[in-house]
């Protein structure tokens, strides 16, 4: 059975076709042909390029810091020159710290001494659950499988509250405490 349609619905889904088409070409052309060649360009007047506010906030911007970031380095409008690499080292650490051992990784890595007390909770243990005394790796028998006090909700949901809107940039949230954040 042959659907009668106006003749402006068909011309208008060619159009879009044919402009969906181009953009994918054009977008194809630029990362084989036109994207290295102008990257080389840009590498090649970047070799006088000297450290600026600029150079330093769009690296900075790369990086997507949180909150946390303005509460350790403040303005960066106000940060002296010879204080960058320091923010830049900052800003990475941010973003290698979301978990436990990435900012212990990155401060090896630029040869930052940390104290353990500071980047890792020691723990023989490789999971956070707590040992147990007896030999059996099994739970006693009729104990029940989660505490009273994880039926009643009291870990890191309870101490986090409900998830809050509007989400970070990046998807994270701002992981304070219900009291941290009332105070």
Excluded at 12 to 35: N, Y
Excluded at 50 to 56: D, E, H
Excluded at 144 to 157: E, I, Q, T
């Amino acid at each position: 059975m042959h659907v009668c349609r106006p003749l402006s619905l068909d011309l208008d889904e060619s159009l879009e076709d044919a402009a969906r088409a181009k953009q994918q070409l054009d977008a194809e052309r630029w990362r084989a042909e036109l994207r290295p060649r102008a990257v080389r360009e840009f590498a090649a007047r970047a070799t006088t390029l000297p450290w600026s506010g600029a150079l330093l906030k769009a690296a900075i911007e790369e990086l997507y810091p949180d909150a946390l970031f303005i509460e350790v380095v403040g303005d960066l409008d106000r940060v002296p020159r010879r204080r960058w690499p320091q923010i830049l080292a900052i800003a990475v650490a941010l973003r290698h710290s979301w978990r436990r051992d990435g900012l212990a990784r990155l401060a090896s890595q630029l040869r930052l001494p940390l104290t353990p007390s500071s980047h890792v909770e020691s723990s023989r243990h490789s999971r956070p659950s707590r040992p147990r005394f007896s030999g059996s790796p099994r739970p006693r028998q009729g104990a029940p499988l989660r505490s009273a006090r994880a039926r009643r909700g009291c870990g890191l949901d309870r101490a986090l509250g409900p998830a809050r809107n509007p989400q970070l940039r990046d998807g994270r949230a701002d992981l304070r405490t219900v009291s941290e954040r009332r105070a």
